[in-house]
């Protein structure tokens, strides 16, 4: 793949009809030279015939923007972003794009006849045919009609406006700045006060709609180890779809139904549309009433013998703590998901960060552990929901599997895995014995300290359980002062556990030892790979949050430093010095944006520089 | 099973540890002799609570039994019955955990029509944290947290279940061994969510609030026992009768001697006549107030998961997506 290699710059190539004043509004961006940096470049892509019949594969025309930061030689070259106004727009441009770019389809032009017109014999929105991309459908042309009916425009004149529209959603989904494009406006229109004004307020419209509408965009990680890519075969895949295919393969290798529940948020709500897909495979998707019934209708389908899953960000999942607690007590089963995005309180909704670390590992009243497992990449989430299920079924526990905003989104290559290559889930057995039920169902594993999955229905097992204090060996209520000593210790013994079934931690890239280690979790793998391959640096790249491999204390006194980036304000640097008294230098990112490459590059050295 | 089970198989071997008087242990007995009544099995029965004195219920009934957290009871019991729709699943809560804390669920359990037995112990007070005033509390109680008298406007739970678009609404009161046996039974066979208003007394902090129509000696005349396709009748000798006032659009108090032919039919399918006897206020309405049968949630939920959640198809067959390619 042949790409910009830097996030900071974004190919959009923007197609429809000949009529639609693509070539208009292009060939001005190209004359435009007045933009500071000249931070874009052009490249149109018109055809031949003057009127092309509308509607046609051979009228569409195109032009090809370069949104960068820095200096910009080239239109770029496969578009990450496509914006087809019509059907035979999006036929004639979607060849032209990797899997995982963003396709924005004007609903408006999907007409029985344009579909026809274009050569379609299924509407391509609904038949698999834009599987491999990010697609955002919108109703553009009449959404920008209405933005500027107060101009009295005809209606050609101001369906001309909803390129600068699209600009508009693409500008808040870039996170780019409105006021360069706004001045263009002014300076090339100037002489149209009307379709100036029109323009802007089509711009204007366009933002505010991507805004409310809580669009979000992550392209592909580009920054990934493509060098190492193993044989095999390959499908593009987004965070959302690995993470529910990995809940369903964890379904089937522990020979369980999957009930997932949760209330919409962004950008959690993916993952829901993408299980409601998977009934086949023994998933039941449930949409609760809130965050809390959510969690409450998991916790109740993990007691009736199912893996219960909840997934959320962090807001939701700051409202389903009292349940994590319940369900740490009652030692069942639970996966809960966090889709992180930037906070406090309601925060960047669209925006990736990595700042519910605390929350995770510390968060919950009482002494209440908790295992946190995070995903690095799209393709990861896959094996990360099986480890979360395979955890949270070997201890009885809840199991807190941190991903992001960013990976939710974000296509990437993926090997895909032979199913029946991976080990099998196995429930703890219940103890046959002549012990009373209540105890039969506390039960536990030496090793794991997981107790028997007693579910409702099992003959001659009936017990109680709840989220009071229980003796430690009979599993009724207990109120007696040394038995909670016990069960906190065996609460905190069961998580530290957790370690004992992992493998080692491993050094991703690097020399095992030497004046510097970069430790990074979670999305931020991509770039932190490629910056430490740069600089020659080491990297170790965290999975198991809590606990942490057993060797990592060791394996980080090997280095003289520790550099810890994440987009956060230095959570992991905190849980690195509380549980392994190492003293990290922190690098913080929370602009909403994923690190750059240079970003990390430039800290390295600046580090490097102290340390010699 | 080979023997019929009694009430007493239903008791287990935890100290009841309710005050002594509370009306809590006549709803407990009245609730084991209706899971025997009705031949229940043990195995094939949860009961969930919140939080609360009658959340202690679980620990009591020889059942499975999950006590869980302040007002979410019903989301657990519900992911618990979409888990597993054979097996019968009580709510066991009161008048804080349900319709203070707890509103949302208890109202989206309602309109959902969970297969879910509800029953909400309603004293009117908060028991467990020493007597505060609560939802349900009328205007102007005493209480340690409102010691000039509450000022809140009370919530009427068969009110709150009519506009959630409840399908089953029944009342009883906690020592009246018959009212409340017909009303368990009928909860027990309804399919959907059956919610249950039980009138308990609160011997420690709200001696008596509803003893102006719970006291035996009196209760002939405070209490209409509902019955469907019966005359709504009341007194001694039944000898009052309800009737529709068209002038007031309210229900009153007629002499079924005099105008026994005005006396009301009661029809469980009305949920306007049912809206009126909510409301009614000596004689109380008790029994079945409100039935009207429709789909359940979890029947609903199935027949979006055909296969009843069961596996037909491995991942294997479905991970590669709509396109993939090879690396040599």
Same mark, same amino acid.
């Given at each position: 793949?042949?790409?910009?290699?830097? #996030?900071?710059?974004?190919?959009?190539?923007?197609?429809?009809?000949?009529?639609?004043?693509?070539?208009?509004?292009? &060939?001005?961006?190209?004359?435009?030279?007045?933009?500071?940096?000249?931070?874009?470049?052009? $490249?149109?892509?018109?055809?031949?015939?003057?009127?092309?019949?509308?509607?046609? +594969? $051979?009228?569409?025309?195109?032009?090809?923007?370069?949104?960068?930061?820095?200096?910009?030689?080239?239109?770029?070259?496969?578009?990450?972003?496509?914006?087809?106004?019509?059907?035979?727009?999006?036929?004639?441009?979607?060849?032209?794009?990797?899997?995982? !770019?963003?396709?924005?389809?004007?609903?408006?032009?999907?007409?029985?006849?344009?579909?026809?017109?274009?050569?379609?014999?299924?509407?391509?929105?609904?038949?698999?045919?834009?599987?491999?991309?990010?697609?955002?459908?919108?109703?553009?042309?009449? =959404?920008?009609?209405?933005?500027?009916?107060?101009?009295? @425009?005809?209606?050609?004149?101001?369906?001309?406006?909803?390129? $600068?529209?699209?600009?508009?959603?693409?500008?808040?989904?870039?996170?780019?700045?409105?006021?360069?494009?706004?001045?263009?406006?002014?300076?090339? =229109?100037?002489?149209?006060?009307?379709?100036?004004?029109?323009?802007?307020?089509?711009?204007?419209?366009?933002?505010?709609?991507?805004?409310?509408?809580?669009?979000?965009?992550?392209?592909?990680?580009?920054?990934?180890?493509?060098?190492?890519?193993?044989?095999?075969?390959?499908? *593009?895949?987004?965070?959302?779809?690995?993470?529910?295919?990995?809940?369903?393969?964890?379904?089937?290798?522990?020979?369980?139904?999957?009930?997932?529940?949760?209330?919409?948020?962004?950008?959690?709500?993916?993952?829901?549309?993408?299980?409601?897909?998977?009934?086949?495979?023994?998933?039941?998707?449930?949409?609760?009433?809130?965050?809390?019934?959510?969690?409450?209708? !998991?916790?109740?389908?993990?007691?009736?013998?199912?893996?219960?899953?909840? *997934? *959320?960000?962090?807001?939701?999942?700051?409202?389903?703590?009292?349940?994590?607690?319940?369900? #740490?007590?009652?030692?069942?089963?639970?996966?809960?998901?966090?889709?992180?995005?930037?906070?406090?309180?309601?925060?960047?909704?669209?925006?990736?960060?990595?700042?519910?670390?605390?929350?995770?590992?510390?968060?919950?009243?009482?002494?209440?552990?908790?295992?946190?497992?995070?995903?690095?990449?799209?393709?990861?989430?896959?094996?990360?929901?099986?480890?979360? +299920?395979?955890?949270?079924?070997?201890?009885?526990?809840?199991?807190?599997?941190?991903?992001?905003?960013?990976? &939710?989104?974000?296509?990437?290559?993926?090997?895909?895995?032979?199913?029946?290559?991976?080990?099998?889930?196995?429930?703890?057995?219940?103890?046959? &014995?002549?012990?009373?039920?209540?105890?039969?169902?506390?039960?536990?594993?030496?090793?794991?300290?997981?107790?028997?999955?007693?579910?409702?229905?099992?003959?001659? =097992?009936?017990?109680?359980?709840?989220?009071?204090?229980?003796?430690?060996?009979?599993?009724?209520?207990?109120?007696?002062? !040394?038995?909670?000593?016990?069960?906190?210790?065996?609460?905190?013994?069961?998580?530290?556990?957790?370690?004992?079934?992992?493998?080692?931690?491993?050094?991703?890239?690097?020399?095992? &030892?030497?004046? @510097?280690?970069?430790?990074?979790?979670?999305?931020?793998?991509?770039?932190?790979?490629?910056?430490?391959?740069?600089?020659?640096?080491?990297?170790?790249?965290?999975?198991? =949050?809590?606990?942490?491999?057993?060797?990592?204390?060791?394996?980080?006194?090997?280095?003289?430093?520790?550099?810890?980036?994440?987009?956060?304000?230095?959570?992991?640097?905190?849980?690195?010095?509380?549980?392994?008294?190492?003293?990290?230098?922190?690098?913080?990112?929370?602009?909403?944006?994923? $690190?750059?490459?240079?970003?990390?590059?430039?800290?390295?050295?600046?580090?490097?520089?102290?340390?010699? | 099973?080979?023997?019929?089970?009694?009430?007493?198989?239903?008791?287990?071997?935890?100290?009841?540890?309710?005050?002594?008087?509370?009306?809590?242990?006549?709803?407990?007995?009245?609730?084991?002799?209706?899971?025997?009544?009705?031949?229940?099995?043990?195995?094939?029965?949860?009961?969930?609570?919140?939080?609360?004195?009658?959340?202690?219920?679980?620990?009591?009934?020889?059942?499975?039994?999950?006590?869980?957290?302040?007002?979410?009871?019903?989301?657990?019991?519900?992911?618990?019955?979409?888990?597993?729709? /054979?097996?019968?699943?009580?709510?066991?809560?009161?008048?804080? /955990?349900?319709?203070?804390?707890?509103?949302?669920?208890?109202?989206?359990?309602?309109?959902?029509?969970?297969?879910?037995?509800?029953?909400?112990?309603?004293?009117?007070?908060?028991?467990?944290?020493?007597?505060?005033?609560?939802?349900?509390?009328?205007?102007?109680?005493?209480?340690? %947290? %409102?010691?000039?008298?509450?000022?809140?406007?009370?919530? %009427?739970?068969?009110?709150?279940?009519?506009?959630?678009?409840?399908?089953?609404?029944?009342?009883?009161?906690?020592?009246?061994?018959?009212?409340?046996?017909?009303?368990?039974?009928?909860?027990?066979?309804?399919?959907?969510?059956?919610?249950?208003?039980?009138?308990?007394?609160?011997?420690?902090?709200?001696?008596?609030?509803?003893?102006?129509?719970?006291?035996?000696?009196?209760?002939?005349?405070?209490?209409?026992?509902?019955?469907?396709?019966?005359?709504?009748?009341?007194?001694?000798?039944?000898?009052?009768?309800?009737?529709?006032?068209? /002038?007031?659009?309210?229900?009153?108090?007629?002499?079924?001697?005099?105008?026994?032919?005005?006396?009301?039919?009661?029809?469980?399918?009305?949920?306007?006549?049912?809206?009126?006897?909510?409301?009614?206020?000596?004689?109380?309405?008790?029994?079945?107030?409100?039935?009207?049968?429709?789909? %359940?949630?979890?029947?609903?939920?199935?027949?979006?998961?055909?296969?009843?959640?069961?596996?037909?198809?491995?991942?294997?067959?479905?991970?590669?997506?709509?396109?993939?390619?090879?690396?040599?």
């Amino acid at each position: 793949m042949n790409r910009n290699n830097d #996030v900071e710059s974004i190919v959009i190539r923007i197609a429809g009809d000949s009529g639609d004043g693509i070539q208009l509004m292009g &060939s001005q961006f190209a004359v435009s030279t007045a933009l500071a940096g000249a931070d874009f470049a052009t $490249f149109p892509d018109y055809p031949a015939e003057i009127r092309a019949p509308v509607g046609t +594969t $051979f009228g569409v025309s195109a032009y090809q923007i370069n949104l960068g930061g820095g200096p910009i030689t080239t239109a770029g070259d496969a578009p990450e972003v496509l914006v087809a106004f019509n059907p035979a727009a999006l036929k004639v441009s979607l060849p032209m794009l990797d899997r995982g !770019a963003l396709v924005i389809v004007n609903n408006d032009t999907f007409t029985a006849r344009n579909l026809a017109k274009a050569g379609y014999d299924n509407d391509p929105r609904e038949d698999g045919t834009l599987n491999d991309y990010q697609v955002v459908t919108a109703d553009i042309s009449h =959404l920008n009609l209405e933005a500027v009916k107060e101009f009295g @425009l005809s209606k050609s004149e101001g369906g001309r406006c909803k390129n $600068f529209y699209t600009l508009g959603m693409l500008l808040w989904m870039f996170d780019r700045e409105l006021a360069p494009i706004e001045a263009w406006i002014q300076r090339h =229109l100037g002489g149209k006060p009307t379709m100036r004004d029109a323009n802007i307020k089509a711009l204007h419209a366009g933002h505010a709609f991507a805004e409310t509408a809580e669009l979000s965009a992550n392209l592909s990680q580009i920054n990934l180890p493509q060098a190492e890519m193993e044989p095999g075969e390959y499908r *593009s895949i987004t965070g959302a779809e690995a993470l529910a295919l990995g809940l369903a393969a964890a379904g089937e290798l522990a020979d369980r139904s999957v009930m997932f529940c949760s209330y919409p948020i962004t950008p959690a709500s993916p993952l829901l549309h993408r299980l409601t897909n998977l009934a086949e495979m023994g998933v039941g998707t449930f949409q609760a009433e809130d965050e809390i019934a959510a969690i409450g209708a !998991a916790i109740g389908a993990s007691y009736g013998g199912m893996i219960g899953v909840t *997934s *959320s960000s962090g807001p939701g999942i700051a409202l389903k703590t009292e349940a994590m607690g319940l369900a #740490v007590s009652a030692e069942l089963p639970l996966v809960i998901i966090n889709w992180q995005r930037g906070g406090p309180s309601t925060g960047l909704p669209t925006k990736t960060e990595q700042s519910d670390l605390y929350q995770a590992v510390y968060g919950r009243n009482g002494d209440t552990p908790i295992p946190v497992l995070s995903a690095s990449t799209s393709g990861e989430c896959f094996e990360m929901a099986i480890e979360a +299920t395979r955890i949270a079924l070997r201890h009885m526990t809840p199991v807190i599997l941190l991903a992001d905003g960013y990976l &939710s989104n974000a296509a990437e290559p993926w090997r895909i895995p032979e199913i029946s290559a991976i080990e099998p889930i196995a429930s703890n057995p219940v103890p046959d &014995s002549d012990e009373s039920p209540q105890r039969r169902a506390f039960t536990r594993d030496a090793k794991s300290h997981g107790r028997a999955w007693v579910t409702p229905g099992m003959p001659g =097992l009936m017990h109680r359980i709840g989220g009071l204090e229980k003796d430690v060996v009979s599993g009724h209520i207990s109120y007696d002062p !040394a038995n909670h000593q016990r069960m906190t210790d065996l609460r905190a013994a069961k998580v530290d556990s957790v370690a004992d079934f992992i493998d080692d931690q491993a050094i991703e890239q690097g020399p095992d &030892s030497g004046d @510097l280690v970069v430790v990074a979790w979670g999305s931020t793998y991509g770039p932190v790979y490629q910056a430490t391959r740069r600089t020659g640096v080491s990297f170790i790249h965290l999975r198991h =949050l809590n606990p942490l491999p057993r060797n990592l204390g060791q394996l980080l006194g090997r280095f003289d430093k520790v550099l810890v980036p994440e987009m956060n304000d230095g959570q992991l640097t905190t849980l690195l010095r509380d549980e392994l008294c190492v003293e990290p230098v922190p690098f913080s990112k929370v602009t909403g944006q994923p $690190f750059l490459i240079r970003e990390l590059v430039g800290k390295i050295e600046a580090v490097r520089g102290e340390a010699s | 099973m080979s023997n019929k089970l009694t009430a007493k198989d239903f008791a287990t071997s935890q100290e009841v540890r309710w005050c002594p008087g509370c009306g809590d242990y006549a709803i407990l007995k009245a609730v084991q002799k209706a899971l025997a009544d009705a031949g229940a099995d043990p195995a094939n029965t949860a009961f969930v609570s919140g939080i609360g004195c009658a959340a202690r219920f679980p620990y009591y009934v020889e059942t499975y039994g999950f006590h869980t957290i302040h007002g979410r009871a019903p989301t657990i019991a519900t992911g618990l019955k979409l888990a597993n729709p /054979d097996l019968d699943v009580w709510v066991v809560t009161g008048d804080g /955990d349900s319709l203070s804390i707890g509103g949302n669920h208890l109202m989206h359990a309602l309109r959902r029509n969970v297969g879910l037995k509800i029953l909400l112990f309603n004293n009117e007070i908060y028991g467990l944290t020493k007597g505060q005033y609560s939802p349900t509390s009328r205007v102007g109680t005493k209480s340690p %947290s %409102s010691p000039k008298g509450s000022v809140d406007t009370p919530v %009427s739970p068969g009110q709150v279940a009519m506009g959630c678009g409840a399908h089953f609404f029944a009342r009883g009161v906690d020592t009246d061994k018959v009212g409340m046996s017909d009303v368990l039974k009928q909860a027990h066979a309804f399919v959907g969510t059956s919610f249950v208003e039980i009138f308990q007394n609160c011997i420690v902090y709200n001696e008596d609030v509803f003893a102006n129509f719970t006291e035996r000696k009196t209760a002939a005349n405070t209490q209409l026992h509902l019955k469907h396709g019966e005359p709504m009748l009341f007194g001694e000798n039944n000898d009052k009768g309800i009737r529709f006032n068209q /002038d007031t659009w309210s229900l009153e108090v007629v002499d079924a001697t005099e105008s026994p032919d005005e006396v009301l039919v009661h029809d469980e399918g009305n949920a306007v006549v049912a809206r009126l006897l909510i409301d009614l206020h000596l004689p109380v309405a008790m029994g079945v107030i409100y039935r009207q049968p429709a789909v %359940s949630f979890e029947d609903a939920f199935y027949a979006h998961h055909p296969t009843r959640m069961k596996r037909t198809k491995s991942i294997a067959d479905f991970i590669k997506g709509p396109s993939s390619w090879t690396v040599e």
